[in-house]
């Protein structure tokens, strides 16, 4: 049939230290009954001080590479989602880039934030199929808790995220059986830019009227935290997230009963439920990580596939179909045999 792309290497981190709900109960005003009861999760793991997305990328990067069987210096391309990125400019993949100390190889941030990873592996699957790179880094990494408010006005945001990374390789493979042999079998993206902001971290920015992108009167009012319509979010996704994953399925004629491991984005274990009971999937297969992790983003499908390979849920031959939603709004999908 020609040539594809694979995974070929799999790898997470996430910092040591980890808040249970309980020890957000006094720095915001909640309780670890109300984050269980409405998200599922209950506990995330926030870094230290001193440590950056970059970092948590690196990590997470070297595991893939060693997974794949690689060395560093195979790698020819990094693709890296964040929304927590180190610096505004340049993008963090340059910073991870120079910590892999992997000088002049193509490198490229994107900003789908939690859809990040669906779109990276996507481009990679393009660059790979028109010949040009061959051992594609596809990270995702964020450092939420740097940057959320961490008072009782943030408490219906900062309770549901955390931080961490996950990556995989990608390498081209000849495909002679779609159905069979490994391969990433379809991607769908899609975004809708007029609820851009049902989801969003305002400041700074260079939409503000004035001459500087910052001010004390922004930071005040906490545009310096991300803002969202939790409710509306919650509907978008659980019907974005359904419709694109029946379209995947339709398109790669595979039947939801075909999928041996159902990779989702991590927002709401509620989400994730809603997802199965709408479109009637085996909720057993579903392979969840939010309990444990919170939302880490660009990272949840990843970092959600590094875990399930580790507890036996996901083999070499797996079918895997993914499907997450954020902010954006962005949504998609992928499958592949894994
Ligand atoms: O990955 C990015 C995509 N993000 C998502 O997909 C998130 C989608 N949305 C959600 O998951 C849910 O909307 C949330 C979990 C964020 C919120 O759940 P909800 O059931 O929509 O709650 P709500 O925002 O309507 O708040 C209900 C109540 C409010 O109190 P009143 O007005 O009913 O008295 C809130 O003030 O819960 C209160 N509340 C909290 N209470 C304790 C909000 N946050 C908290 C909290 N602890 N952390």
Known sequence: MGI???IVGVGSYVPPKIYENKDLEEMMDTSNEWIVQRTGIERRHWVDPKSSTSDLALEASLKAIKDAGLEKTDIDMIILGTLSPDH???GTG???QAKLDLPEIT???IR???TGFIYGISIADKFIKSGSHKNILVVGAEVHSKGLDKTPRGRGVSVLFGDGAGAVVMQPVEVNDPKKDPHLMTTRLHADGKYAKELWLPAPGMAFEGSERWSEELMAEGLHYPQMNGKVVFVHAVKR????LTAACKETGIKFEDVDCFLFHQANLRINSKVAEVLGLDESKIFNTIQDFGNTTAATIPLGMDEAIKAGKLKKGDLVASA???SGFTWGSAIWRY
């Open 4 to 6: 594809g792309s694979r």
């Open 112 to 114: 789908q934030q939690c």
């Open 324 to 326: 997450a939603f954020g």
């Open 241 to 244: 997230m359904a419709e694109s």
């Open 88 to 90: 505004d400019f340049p």
């Open 107 to 109: 490198v490229l941030d």
């Open 94 to 96: 340059c910073f991870l």
